[in-house]
């Protein structure tokens, strides 16, 4: 368990100083806001000279009391840590380097790698349970309260709003909004991608009136398990089988020649972007 807790941290630590770096160089030297409480404490930052990571653990000091009081004390306790080393790493990187004279020959780059090293950030500390603070501690507040509300919607609501006073906060440039949006874009593309396992797979499902005649090749031939699901024709009334298979990637040209093999099958298949469970990963592995 001791194990368990130490790499949760050590995950934290790592995304807490990655998305630290990212805003540094990357947001506060492009002169626009990503959503949330980073946004609000980086137009603080942009309109005195108080630096964002104080902003940063001031702003999310009631929600982390909060978190405490309503939600999951390993959700508070992970959330916590992860806004105070942050908030920390900002405050260190301002004292290092008070204003970063990073330059971009385009100015688009800023706002995707933010996005990515933010993104980075937000769903390694999710994967472990915890938040990054700020909206998230919101949104799970008003999850655990109204469990079938919408809370993508109060999440985008919140981000739009705050995109839209850096339209104000940055001398009226337009291209403050778009580099937020796009920020926000890649932000939530990349906290999905870390989100999901590395386990992506195919899964395979085989309509047919005989899953006997599959049964040695799938389990001995292609080294794999598999599930059958008895079913009827709608048409016909006839008795069907539904073989339901997932595999790697790599096994997918195996299992289409085997495939070719029989008539009379109806096969369909369906990219899977997470697998977890008792799956066979490696080629050598035994089929349970």
Same mark, same amino acid.
């Given at each position: ?30 002169? &626009? ?15 005195? $000279? ?19 009081? &309503? ?35 385009? %100015? ?5 790698? !933010? ?16 938040? #990054? ?16 509300? $919408? ?23 337009? %291209?403050?909004?778009?580099? !937020? ?10 906290? #999905? ?6 386990? $992506?797979?195919? %899964?395979?499902?085989?309509?047919? !009136? ?37 595999? $790697? ?23 899977? #972007? !997470? ?14």
């Amino acid at each position: 368990m001791f194990i368990k807790y130490a790499k949760d941290i050590l995950f934290i630590l790592a995304g807490s100083l990655i998305s630290a770096i990212g805003l540094h160089y990357f947001v506060y030297t492009a002169n &626009f806001a990503p959503t949330g409480v980073d946004g609000i404490a980086t137009m603080l930052q942009a309109g005195t $000279n108080v630096g964002a990571g104080v902003y940063t653990l001031a702003l999310n000091l009631p929600l982390i009391i909060l978190s405490f009081i &309503f939600l999951d004390k390993k959700f508070a306790i992970y959330t916590m840590i992860s806004i105070v080393t942050m908030s920390i790493m900002l405050i260190i990187l301002k004292a290092i380097d008070p204003t970063p004279t990073t330059t971009f020959d385009h %100015e688009i780059l800023p706002a995707v790698f !933010s996005g990515v090293l933010i993104g980075i950030r937000t769903g390694l500390v999710l994967k472990v349970g915890g938040s #990054s603070g700020g909206v998230d501690i919101v949104a799970a507040i008003i999850q655990k309260k109204k469990p079938y509300a $919408n809370i993508e919607t109060y999440i985008a609501m919140i981000s739009y709003v705050i995109i839209g006073v850096s339209f104000f906060v940055y001398d009226n440039n337009i %291209e403050c909004i778009l580099l !937020s949006i796009i920020q926000m874009f890649v932000f939530e593309k990349t906290v #999905s991608s870390v989100m999901r396992s590395r386990r $992506n797979a195919v %899964e395979f499902k085989i309509v047919t !009136s005989d899953p006997d005649l599959l049964k040695n090749d799938i389990l001995s031939n292609l080294k794999h398990g598999a599930t059958v699901i008895h079913g009827q024709g709608m048409f016909t009334g006839a008795d069907k089988s539904i073989i339901l298979c997932v595999v $790697n990637l790599r096994q997918v040209p195996d299992f289409m020649k085997l495939l070719k093999k029989y008539d009379n099958l109806f096969v369909y298949c369906t990219n899977i #972007s !997470s697998v977890n469970g008792n799956f066979r990963w490696n080629k050598d592995d035994v089929a349970k």
